[in-house]
């Protein structure tokens, strides 16, 4: 059976998709991210409330459920031949940023009312890393599909 391959619109349309998802969904998160930050490069984690840091952990889960889905959806694009090896290395990407995402909400430890430091800050440092490199394939993949 022949597989069958978007065109390169449909290709560039699902994909750009996904990225203005991840983005939607970062800039939602962002401010839960800012007051944890806060709270924890002032040492003031033990003043949040209970309610503070759950709506904090939730936001991150929700998060993740987004990245995963999208990661998913990503991976079952059928890539158009020319740009298969750079597809390939996007969804790559993009898992690794979906998993570093989770990572990150796992270093919340909510009925602890703490957070894995070193967890949270390597999970920062791969996402951070992560999203650049998805943004430098993405361009790539589009400028090539087109």
């Known amino acids: 059976m022949k597989k069958t391959f978007v065109t390169p619109q449909q290709y560039a349309m699902k994909v750009a998709e996904i990225a203005q998802l991840t983005e939607d969904t970062g800039e939602k998160t962002s401010p839960f991210f800012d007051r ?25 889960d929700d998060a993740v459920d987004v990245y995963q889905d999208a990661s998913a959806n990503l991976a079952a694009i059928k890539a158009p031949a020319r740009v298969l090896g750079m597809h390939k290395s996007l969804v790559q990407s993009y898992k690794d940023y979906a998993d570093a995402t989770q990572e990150m909400a796992d270093a919340l430890q909510v009925e602890k009312h703490a957070v894995d430091m070193e967890q949270f800050r390597d999970s920062e440092a791969k996402q951070n890393d992560l999203i650049v490199k998805f943004g430098t394939q993405l361009r790539r993949v589009m400028m090539s599909a087109m």
């Open 36 to 60: 944890l930050d806060a709270a924890l490069s002032d040492d003031k984690l033990a003043d949040m409330s209970k309610e503070d840091f759950q709506e904090i952990a939730t936001a991150f």
